[in-house]
Nanobody, 129 residues
Framework: QVQLAESGGGSVQTGGSLSLSCTASGSSAGVYCMAWFRQPPGKEREAVATLVVGEIGTSIKFYDDSVRGRFTISHDGAKNTLYLQMNSLKSQDTAIYYC???????????????????WGQGTQVTVSS
């Protein structure tokens, strides 16, 4: 079983920055993809960014169009921690952010929630003007 714990959410003004962290523990061997999802109020959970973590020398990333150029996903294997650096935040970035881990092996990590059996508890990000 993989346990994921997010931290770093909070409130920020439009144009500000936040950094999220997600530390994995437990039986994380075999995890191939990790991802950040978010769920805005009243909306479905959606993939924000994904990252291949299970291939040495490869870190293929995907970003949703809504965050490309503003958000950066990264992973520190030594710390078993996934990061999401969020810059130039907008009000529409307000959501609960979740990290997820999965075992699906592909060139690009999938964006569907069904591909990720392990989830963190979520952390709230609120962007206000």
């Amino acid at each position: 079983q993989v346990q994921l714990a997010e931290s770093g959410g909070g409130s920020v003004q439009t144009g500000g920055s936040l950094s999220l962290s997600c530390t994995a523990s437990g039986s994380s061997a075999g995890v191939y993809c990790m991802a950040w999802f978010r769920q805005p109020p009243g909306k479905e959970r959606e993939a924000v960014a994904t990252l291949v973590v299970g291939e040495i020398g490869t870190s293929i990333k995907f970003y949703d169009d809504s965050v490309r150029g503003r958000f950066t996903i990264s992973h520190d294997g030594a710390k078993n921690t996934l990061y999401l650096q969020m810059n130039s935040l907008k009000s529409q970035d307000t959501a609960i952010y979740y990290c997820a881990a999965g075992f699906h092996r592909a060139l690009f990590c999938p964006r569907g929630i069904d591909n990720y059996p392990h989830w963190g508890q979520g952390t709230q990000v609120t962007v206000s003007s």
